[in-house]
């Protein structure tokens, strides 16, 4: 099981991180998807066959890019 926490810049709201919640959440191997919209924050939890690349991937796809 990993986890990591992401700066991701694009959210706003509570709508960003129910989105979020929603479409990495989906990602096979996803357990949990954390976020928070004051601190721009999301903090996930995954085990194979996700990875952070794919969990990344999705973000980009969404429009709310993970901060590097």
């Known amino acids: ?15 960003c991180v129910m989105t979020i919640r929603r479409e990495v959440g989906e990602l096979d191997g996803v ?4 976020g928070d919209s004051t601190t721009k924050e999301i903090e996930v ?12 991937a999705t973000l980009k796809e969404i429009n709310y890019p993970a901060a590097e």
């Open 31 to 34: 357990s949990k998807v954390e």
């Open 1 to 15: 099981m990993e986890t990591k926490k992401m700066l991701i810049p694009n959210i706003t709201c509570e709508y």
């Open 45 to 56: 939890e995954w085990e194979a066959p996700a990875t952070l690349e794919k969990i990344k």
